[in-house]
């Protein structure tokens, strides 16, 4: 079992800048960033492979966001620039054993999530 823990949310003005971290317990296949806002589904944000070589975006944040890892330390990383007051959710980092990255919520292992909140 491995317990992934997210930090780095919190409150800015639309156009600046926040960057999450997930750290895992463990090692992990393919890792990804969901989000939720109020009333809303959980949506996909991005994803990456076991070594970070692959990487793949929602169309939404392709070209603000960056995701990475670091897989000496088992963390993840999402990079946030140029956001949007449609970016206001609550982030959750998902990680799967498998080496696939899937852009639905069918992983093995979620985080307790983190606010995110972009102001006008």
């Known amino acids: 079992q491995v317990q992934l823990v997210e930090s780095g949310g919190g409150g800015v003005q639309a156009g600046g800048s926040l960057r999450l971290s997930c750290a895992a317990s463990?090692?992990?296949?393919?890792m990804g960033w969901f989000r939720q806002a109020p009333g809303k589904e959980r949506e996909f944000v991005c994803g990456i492979n076991s070594n970070g070589g692959w990487t793949y975006y929602a169309d939404s944040v392709r070209g603000r966001f960056t995701i990475s890892r670091d897989n000496a330390k088992n963390t993840m990383y999402l990079q946030m620039n140029i956001l949007k007051t449609e970016d206001t959710a609550v982030y959750y980092c998902a990680a799967r054993e498998s080496e696939v990255v899937i852009t639905y919520p069918g992983y093995d292992y979620w985080g307790q999530g983190t606010q995110v909140t972009v102001s006008s």
């Open positions: 463990g090692r992990t296949g393919t």
